[in-house]
């Protein structure tokens, strides 16, 4: 394909940039052959003539391809697009991995991201590797499925710089095997993550680029048997000892030492002369004490609980920590030089850091201070002590330091290897190898070129390992394959390693006695120069350079032959090997190898014979190997250890070196792009063909390019074929594989043009076709509005002519009228005028004449009035200061009556306090809510007194407004009075009248301050009746508030109750497993005869049903003690001697069997005191009268033996005499009853009678209480009346609350007087000789009966008679050989109400231990066949049913008035008289709650696989596919299963539900708790898949919810709570649904998010990927808008990324009445119960 059909005008190119390596910019006009100039725009609008050298700009990829999970999926793979790819991930979408063929790009993110918690691990268990987005727990699954599949070793390879988070994907995948892959015991797990933080602590530091930097190189190979993680080894390389001695500016030495130092106050580090870290040579040069986020102190604690777990003990330990802080006060000793020229050092004896060494290491001080000074060197003869300098003194201390340092980690490996490794061993393995990358410094040394050689090996074996999977797959696709050349650096690894090579000349260097890093560099110069891979500096400096793969390297050589050497004097090491510490000997003992190392610490250093030398070399240096001779062993075994495993590459990147958080630095990102090989993996794939569809994928991205003849044909193979020969005309652009077509680079990009381009015709045909009919449609409308608007003017002219000419002719109309009108109205007015003036003048003479007639007599009249109103209003002040003073003295009287009451109260309150009895924590909710309920009906109805007393108020203020108006009025009259009294006065009356006319002025005052008073006081009063309103109000909310908060207190204590019980069902799986294990172990190794065998299988049985059964309190306990002591003991049980020496030899030997022997032994101890019984019957043999013996005889025919619970024994004659015995022991029995019950019998009438008394006083107390509390609401208006009022109605409920406890202790008491009357006529009716042979036969013979035993009416007790030895046969018909399907017709919950008509059998019978022990079989049988069928949903639903039946009848049937108030009067009659069912309802409620989690848990593994399948990848609306290509790991192929397998899936559920009869609110929980799943796992899915996060999978996903939605609603399912579970699924599909651009959006869609977290919607919008041509990609700052938005309204506290799928909603047990009538049930004949007797 020409470069112009390429590069035209708008398409991009990637061009260098000094800044950001790589910028875009926008060709402006098209290329064509021989230009030498490519016009550009950049993006800031500038045009950049690009000059065309060598070759032309790499073009951009399409904005489908960009941001790709894998880079290898790029149709042009070269630089700028990997580049491009990773920032927008990193930057865009947050996502910190990245495929790249098989490697995986992790980028440091610098902060804690929520993607690495549990729910995440399972959420990549089992899944492919393209199935979900890139993670190191997807890539450690590939390996982990791999290895599992083929059996064969697998290995991860981690590279990078520091500070690229090596260490911490190490740590993931650790973590992530050992939680996958399970341990055999949890003690492997711990000691295999226990390692870390040891390794973490004594290899790590803190340097300039990272503050948890690994300085040395490990391969941690964990071990697997069966799948299962068995144990772990570690290989660690090059550790950098320098650090322990020198460090640079901002960094640390090793964390352990600091963690010394910060822990230095412990007390058993007090001896050790530890300071803080700023006291130590060692550890202060950095200036640097503290890392930022560290605590040191705490670090140490967990560096010595994982020493605890490794097994290494607290005296070692503490020994460990002795030996590094002698290293850290060996840094502290001074060496002083003896003169200026430097010839001699020497160091004060009272040296204290000297001391404290010594010490410490308990060696001598002066041996110390010798060899610390001097040099022994040996010669053919003599040995001769050379004194050093102060300088190379220093060096001897700082070697010895690093030394002991490099002993102490490799001590701490070998311990860590031995605590993790397996004693059986393992088959296969997974190795992590964490080993530092390529290193390209300023100043480069020895360490840097180890570093760089292990690289280069790692690359080879990359490089191979890449190619090698290239050509599997293009031989596995059957394409024409030509081999390629690609670039292999085993030129530069044979330069470094081969003959002669660096390696090789630095040993032989090391060896000569005057070798110098100098001649070394001269020798390499010599040798190497002509070498492509090796240069020489143009600066004249001994340095060196090695072209690697990932660059040039400048080496300095100095120091490399010293620090390959690795000399430690001999002298010092033989003084440490002579040390009294037993660790220290440990440490150097390995180093010498037998006997030599033992002779080396008895003398000071073995006489060597050779040829004089000035440098001293010991003999065992001389046979040491070299540090890089070491490590060049140890990286062969490691290429032989990877090179047979099957290698995951991680390279781990560091975008930045400020360790911001998600800022990317582009040009340190292309440096490790470049050294880490992921550019090499990408030249290797761009080589070949890069970009690979299958022929389903392709044909379904570019259908549309296709033409209708290819698409008639039904090969997809030929289809695509003769589509590219068409599209693309180069056969060698392309490759047809069996199953895929493969492309060479940039084909794919050419197709998304030209797919765009017919897509983008597409679109332009039907936008002229849809715009013309717009237009046409538009002016159809504009014609016709046109015409109407035309139709309606001319008619409103038509119209306003007319009005105009009807408003002429009424004008002319009113003109004539109106003149008329007037006309008559002007005569009317003159003629009205006269006679008026007539009428008033005639009336003013007769008034005239009238008023001086009348004013004499109305003078009289005003005179008496006056007199009269003076008399009568002196009489009424009199009257009311009587009324005032009485007011008073009655007030008196009420304060003393309350005084009184006060004082009475505090005495009730003073009982009630005595006499307060504590309830459960449950019965304390219930009873709490049931006040709060009292006290809202309580201030309801106070409320309403309140409102009551405030209209009477009201009324009387109404009263006093009417007497205020009627005060008015008579003032006004006393005005009218005042007026006529001043005419009177000018009249000659003032002298008379005027001291009444001032006493009538003061009186008017006095009623103006009167009526402004009251008027005050009225509105006091309306104050203070709003003001007691808001507080009734205030205090109704607060009840709602608080009644609400105990109802959520009751759920969280149902949540924990059932959690509890959750966990109680798991530990009791564990001892079945760990009792089933014992037994087998017992089989194995004890011979028991028959009898013990089967002894052992009902004590297995009995201990089970003892691990389930519930606590009782003591007096249950000693009942079931007594009934013991007279249960008959069968033969199977009886002891044997033959069985008992076998089990006492055994005893010790397992927990189990010790448990076994104390059974047989309380089983015999039964047996004797029943022989003891015996004996002691025959010894109180007494008389018998005549009439006590014919029963007796009759009794012994019947062998009544049977009916009294004694043992029979072998012999007929000893039977008979016990028989008689126990009667008359019976009798006697009888007789101290009777006398008992007449006892109980008075004392129980005495204390009714006195309850009584007290229900009398306390009716009497509580009327006087309402008596006062009605006289005090009269006197409201005092200060704190009210509050006393409400304490009064408290305590008067509170004594009404106790007066119901005292009446249901009376009704309890009535209830035992019952039962002893029914003991007593039961023992009157055994005196009877006739009565009681009739019932003792009808007990004991069963007769034959029919196949469905009929029910008796009216004659019937709803039981069914049985006996002790009869439990195991009912138990085995009813539950654990019962079938439903055996019993057609039956009620589904059959098994429970016959279960339920024994146990009323017991109650009849007051037998409280039988009917417990039926339950607690029962409820044993249960759980065993809930463990044979823990997968069948219907089983599992059959007895949760049968459980919550019988849960429902014993509370039905019990003495509750809560339940048993909805029974008819036939169900009343059967309710239980003497057993309490509230011990076995707590059991049975227990069971139910383990039985509702195991059916979900079942359900659940039906469910889980089918969720993503049917949710997410299922595509009911056809055509709507995601706008993305699938890349090159994911899978094409049609989903598992669809939306209507799941939804049949829950609705044979819910079907099975319904069938065994279940509450339907129990149903309604089960399938909200189903569809909680549902919805968790598909969200938790579309986190974790970019590729889910689009705008049609949005469509697909809300579809999918819809018919959810419109299930629910078919089966009724609307108030089931599961909509609410759905809404977040709900929310995430209308989130990728809305529009994301503007602010207002970014505001529609923070309200629109109300239960998703803020991290979940800022996960799904960064993960969306828009539709190409269709939609913009969403900026950056509009998800930083969103997510400031989100944290504002939700707050910035942690939340949670993935939903807990494993949250269990607490489940409640609704009790439903059953409406069967008991003596009505059928049971059928299949059951095979004819054993049982209906009653």
């Given at each position: 394909m020409a470069a112009g059909d390429l590069y035209v005008q708008g398409a991009r190119v990637w061009i260098p940039d000094c800044v950001e390596v790589w910028r875009v910019a926008e060709i402006t006009r098209g290329y064509k052959e021989g230009d030498a100039v490519l016009h550009l725009r950049l993006e800031d609008g500038s045009a950049l003539p690009y000059p065309i050298e060598f070759q032309l700009p790499p073009l951009c990829n399409p904005d489908c391809l960009s941001g790709a999970d894998d880079l290898v999926a790029l149709s042009y793979l070269h630089e700028p697009a990997v580049l491009h790819s990773l920032r927008r991930r990193f930057l865009e979408a947050n996502a910190i991995y990245t495929y790249c063929g098989i490697i995986l790009v992790a980028i440091n993110p610098y902060k804690p991201l929520p993607i690495y918690e549990e729910e995440v691990i399972y959420a990549y268990s089992g899944r492919e590797m393209g199935d979900m987005d890139p993670h190191i727990f997807a890539l450690a699954e590939e390996a982990y499925k791999q290895m599992v599949r083929f059996g064969k070793h697998q290995s991860l390879i981690i590279?990078?710089?520091?500070?690229?988070?090596?260490?911490?994907?190490?740590?993931?995948?650790?973590?992530?095997?050992?939680?996958?892959?399970?341990?055999?015991?949890?003690?492997?797990?711990?000691?295999?993550?226990?390692?870390?933080?040891?390794?973490?602590?004594?290899?790590?530091?803190?340097?300039?680029?990272?503050?948890?930097?690994?300085?040395?190189?490990?391969?941690?190979?964990?071990?697997?048997?069966?799948?299962?993680?068995?144990?772990?080894?570690?290989?660690?390389?090059?550790?950098?000892?320098?650090?322990?001695?020198?460090?640079?500016?901002?960094?640390?030495?090793?964390?352990?030492?600091?963690?010394?130092?910060?822990?230095?106050?412990?007390?058993?580090?007090?001896?050790?002369?530890?300071?803080?870290?700023?006291s130590f040579h060692y550890t202060r040069q950095g200036q640097c004490a503290a890392a930022q986020g560290a605590d040191d102190a705490a670090d140490l604690d967990s560096t010595r609980h994982a020493f605890s777990l490794l097994g290494v003990p607290e005296a070692e330990q503490l020994e460990l920590f002795r030996t590094l802080a002698a290293i850290l006060h060996l840094g502290n000793v001074v060496v002083r030089g003896r003169d200026r020229r430097g010839d001699g050092c020497f160091v004060e004896p009272a040296d204290e850091a000297l001391g404290l060494f010594c010490a410490l290491l308990g060696v001598e001080?002066?041996?110390?201070?010798?060899?610390?000074?001097?040099?022994?060197?040996?010669?053919?003869?003599?040995?001769?002590?050379?004194?050093?300098?102060?300088?190379?003194?220093?060096?001897?201390?700082?070697?010895?330091?690093?030394?002991m340092y490099g002993q102490v980690f490799r001590w701490m490996v070998s311990r860590v290897n031995r605590a993790l490794r397996s004693l059986e061993g393992h088959c296969t393995s997974i190795g992590i190898l964490d080993i530092y990358g390529f290193e390209m410094f300023e100043l480069n040394s020895f360490e840097q070129f180890c570093i760089n050689y292990a690289n280069e090996k790692l690359q080879q074996l990359f490089n191979l390992h890449v190619f090698k999977l290239e050509q599997e797959e293009y031989v596995t696709e059957e394409i024409p394959w030509v081999f390629i050349d690609f670039c292999d650096n085993q030129p530069c690894i044979e330069l470094i390693e081969g003959r002669l090579g660096i390696l090789d000349l630095l040993n032989e260097e090391c060896k000569m006695p005057q070798g110098s890093d100098g001649s070394w560099a001269q020798k390499l110069y010599q040798t190497h120069l002509s070498s492509s891979h090796f240069q020489k500096p143009k600066r004249p400096r001994d340095a060196f350079v090695v072209c690697h793969f990932a660059g040039k390297v400048e080496y300095q050589c100095d120091g490399f032959v010293e620090k390959n050497r690795d000399a430690v004097p001999e002298e010092l090491v033989g003084l440490l090997r002579a040390s009294k510490s037993a660790l220290l000997a440990e440490l150097f003992l390995e180093e010498g190898d037998g006997p030599t190392s033992l002779q080396s610490r008895r003398s000071s250093g073995p006489r060597m014979a050779g040829r004089p030398s000035r440098r001293s070399l010991p003999s065992s240096q001389k046979s040491k190997k070299s540090i890089s001779s070491q490590f060049k062993a140890s990286l062969k075994r490691l290429m032989e250890v990877l090179g047979s495993s099957t290698p995951h590459y991680i390279r781990c990147i560091k975008p930045n070196d400020g360790k911001q958080p998600f800022m990317f630095d582009s040009r340190r990102a292309v440096e490790q792009l470049r050294a880490c090989g992921v550019l090499e993996t990408i030249r290797i794939s761009a080589s070949g063909y890069p970009s690979r569809w299958t022929y389903q994928e392709f044909l379904e991205r570019y259908r549309a390019l296709l033409s209708r003849e290819e698409l008639m044909g039904t090969d997809k193979k030929q289809i695509c074929s003769l589509a590219l020969e068409r599209l693309l005309q180069d056969p060698s652009k392309y490759q047809c594989g069996k199953s895929k077509v493969f492309f060479r680079a940039g084909q794919v990009a050419y197709l998304e043009e030209l797919r765009y381009r017919r897509l983008r015709a597409a679109c332009t045909l039907l936008q002229r076709h849809l715009r013309g009919w717009l237009a046409r449609r538009r002016f159809g409308r504009a014609r016709a509005a046109a015409v109407c608007l035309q139709r309606h003017a001319r008619g409103m002219l038509a119209r306003r002519f007319a009005r105009m000419l009807r408003r002429t002719r009424a004008a002319v109309m009113l003109q004539k009228t109106l003149r008329m009108v007037l006309a008559r109205r002007s005569y009317l007015r003159v003629h009205q005028a006269v006679v008026t003036i007539q009428a008033f003048a005639r009336g003013m003479f007769a008034r005239?004449?009238?008023?001086?007639?009348?004013?004499?007599?109305?003078?009289?009249?005003?005179?008496?009035?006056?007199?009269?109103?003076?008399?009568?209003?002196?009489?009424?002040?009199?009257?009311?200061?009587?009324?005032?003073l009485q007011c008073c003295y009655r007030r008196v009287r009420a304060r003393g009556e309350l005084r009184r009451l006060r004082a009475e109260a505090r005495s009730v309150e003073h009982y009630k306090q005595l006499h307060k009895g504590l309830e459960i924590k449950v019965i304390q909710l219930q009873c709490r809510l049931d006040e709060q309920a009292q006290e809202k009906q309580r201030l309801v109805e106070q409320l309403s007194g309140l409102n009551a007393a405030h209209a009477e108020e009201v009324q009387r203020l109404r009263a006093e407004m009417q007497q205020l108006r009627e005060d008015a009025a008579r003032d006004a009259q006393v005005q009218r009075l005042q007026e006529r009294l001043a005419e009177l006065e000018r009249h000659s009356v003032k002298s008379c009248l005027g001291q009444e006319v001032e006493e009538l002025r003061q009186r008017l005052a006095e009623v103006e301050a009167m009526k402004l008073q009251l008027g005050e006081e009225r509105d006091a009063l309306i104050q203070r009746t709003l003001e007691q309103s808001q507080d009734l109000e205030e205090q109704h909310r607060r009840a709602a508030r608080e009644s609400q908060g105990l109802l959520q207190e009751l759920e969280e204590e149902r949540a924990r109750y059932q959690s509890l019980v959750q966990e109680y069902a798991r530990l009791e799986q564990g001892y079945e497993n760990l009792r089933d294990e014992v037994a087998f172990h017992r089989q194995s190794t004890l011979r028991r005869s028959p009898s013990s065998e089967s002894f052992l299988g009902s004590e297995s049985s009995y201990l089970s049903s003892m691990s389930t059964a519930p606590s009782r309190d003591g007096s249950d306990q000693q009942a079931e003690g007594l009934e013991e002591r007279w249960q008959p003991v069968p033969e199977g049980l009886q002891p044997q001697p033959s069985s008992e020496a076998p089990l006492n030899g055994g005893v010790g030997q397992h927990p189990f069997e010790k448990a076994y022997l104390l059974l047989l032994g309380q089983l015999n101890a039964v047996n004797e005191e029943l022989a003891r019984t015996r004996e002691e019957l025959r010894r109180s043999k007494a008389p018998v009268e005549p009439e006590e013996r014919k029963p007796l005889d009759f009794l012994k025919r019947r062998n009544i033996a049977e009916m009294l619970g004694l043992g029979r024994s072998p012999e007929k004659v000893a039977v008979d005499d016990d028989l008689k015995h126990a009667y008359d022991a019976v009798q006697v029995a009888n007789r101290l009853l009777a006398s008992q019950l007449r006892e109980e019998k008075q004392q129980h009438e005495e204390e009714v009678e006195g309850l009584h008394l007290d229900i009398c006083s306390l009716k009497q107390l509580s009327q006087q209480q309402a008596a006062l509390i009605q006289d005090l609401q009269r006197h409201q208006g005092q200060e704190g009346l009210q509050h006393h009022v409400l304490r009064l109605k408290e305590e008067n409920w509170e004594l009404a609350q106790k007066l119901e406890k005292q009446e249901r202790t009376t009704v309890k008491l009535q209830k035992q007087l019952r039962a002893y009357a029914k003991q007593i006529q039961e023992l009157a009716v055994k005196k009877e000789a006739t009565g009681p042979a009739q019932e003792l036969a009808a007990s004991t013979v069963v007769p034959s009966r029919s196949p469905m035993v009929p029910s008796l009416a009216g004659l019937s007790q709803a039981m069914l008679a049985w006996r002790m030895e009869d439990e195991g046969r009912i138990i085995k018909a009813i539950i654990t050989d019962y079938k439903p399907q055996n019993s057609p017709g039956a009620l589904p919950d059959l098994p429970a109400y016959v279960l339920f008509l024994c146990f009323r059998h017991a109650d009849h019978c007051c037998d409280e231990p039988r009917a417990r022990s039926l339950l607690d079989a029962a409820i044993d049988a249960i759980k065993r066949v809930m463990k044979k069928h823990s997968d069948d949903f219907a089983m599992v639903a059959l007895w949760l049913a049968n459980t919550c039946r019988l849960l429902n009848c014993l509370r039905q049937y019990s003495q509750d008035e809560n339940y048993w108030q909805g029974n008819t009067a036939r169900q009343n009659e059967h309710r239980l008289q003497n057993v309490d069912p509230q011990s076995s309802c707590r059991s049975l409620g227990a069971l139910a709650v383990q039985l509702y989690q195991q059916l979900i848990r079942t359900a659940e593994k039906r469910l889980k696989p089918m969720i993503v399948a049917a949710m997410l990848e299922s595509e009911p609306i056809q055509g709507l596919s995601s706008s993305c290509p699938p890349g090159p790991r994911r899978s094409s192929a049609a989903p598992a299963h669809t939306l209507?397998?799941?939804?049949?899936?829950?609705?044979?559920?819910?079907?099975?539900?319904?069938?065994?009869?279940?509450?339907?609110?129990?149903?309604?929980?089960?399938?909200?708790?189903?569809?909680?799943?549902?919805?968790?796992?598909?969200?938790?899915?579309?986190?974790?898949?970019?590729?889910?996060?689009?705008?049609?999978?949005?469509?697909?996903?809300?579809?999918?919810?819809?018919?959810?939605?419109?299930?629910?609603?078919?089966?009724?399912?609307?108030?089931?709570?599961?909509h609410e579970v759905l809404e977040p699924l709900v929310q995430a599909a209308q989130l990728l649904q809305v529009k994301k651009v503007t602010e207002e959006d970014a505001g529609a869609l923070c309200s629109l998010c109300t239960v998703l977290s803020p991290q979940q919607v800022v996960k799904i919008l960064r993960a969306y990927t828009p539709a190409v041509g269709l939609e913009e990609r969403i900026s950056p700052s509009f998800i930083s808008n969103v997510e400031k938005q989100l944290q504002d309204q939700?707050?910035?506290?942690?939340?949670?990324?993935?939903?807990?799928?494993?949250?269990?909603?607490?489940?409640?047990?609704?009790?439903?009445?059953s409406p069967l009538h008991l003596d009505e049930l059928r049971i059928p004949d299949a059951l095979d119960l004819a054993f049982l007797v209906r009653l």
């Open positions: 590279s990078g710089e520091s500070g690229a988070g090596k260490t911490a994907s190490a740590k993931y995948a650790m973590r992530y095997f050992t939680t996958v892959g399970g341990c055999l015991g949890d003690a492997s797990m711990e000691k295999v993550l226990a390692s870390s933080p040891v390794m973490e602590a004594f290899g790590n530091a803190k340097t300039t680029r990272n503050d948890n930097s690994s300085r040395f190189g490990k391969y941690i190979e964990i071990g697997f048997s069966q799948a299962h993680v068995t144990g772990a080894t570690i290989k660690t390389y090059l550790l950098e000892k320098s650090r322990v001695t020198f460090q640079a500016k901002a960094e640390r030495n090793y964390h352990i030492f600091y963690q010394l130092c910060a822990s230095a106050t412990l007390p058993e580090l007090q001896g050790l002369g530890l300071r803080g870290a700023e001080a002066s041996q110390v201070m010798r060899w610390l000074c001097h040099r022994k060197l040996v010669t053919a003869g003599e040995t001769y002590l050379k004194p050093l300098s102060r300088q190379q003194a220093l060096d001897s201390r700082d070697a010895l330091a690093k030394h005239r004449l009238y008023q001086q007639m009348v004013w004499h007599q109305k003078a009289v009249v005003i005179q008496a009035a006056v007199r009269g109103w003076l008399a009568r209003t002196h009489y009424a002040r009199l009257r009311g200061a009587v009324v005032y209507p397998e799941l939804l049949q899936q829950l609705g044979s559920f819910r079907a099975a539900l319904d069938h065994h009869g279940l509450a339907p609110s129990v149903g309604h929980q089960a399938l909200r708790q189903l569809l909680f799943l549902v919805s968790g796992t598909t969200l938790n899915y579309l986190l974790l898949r970019k590729d889910t996060c689009s705008w049609s999978r949005g469509i697909q996903l809300r579809y999918n919810i819809s018919q959810l939605e419109q299930w629910l609603r078919a089966e009724g399912l609307q108030q089931s709570g599961a939700y707050g910035g506290g942690p939340s949670q990324l993935l939903v807990d799928t494993s949250h269990l909603f607490p489940v409640h047990l609704p009790f439903t009445a």
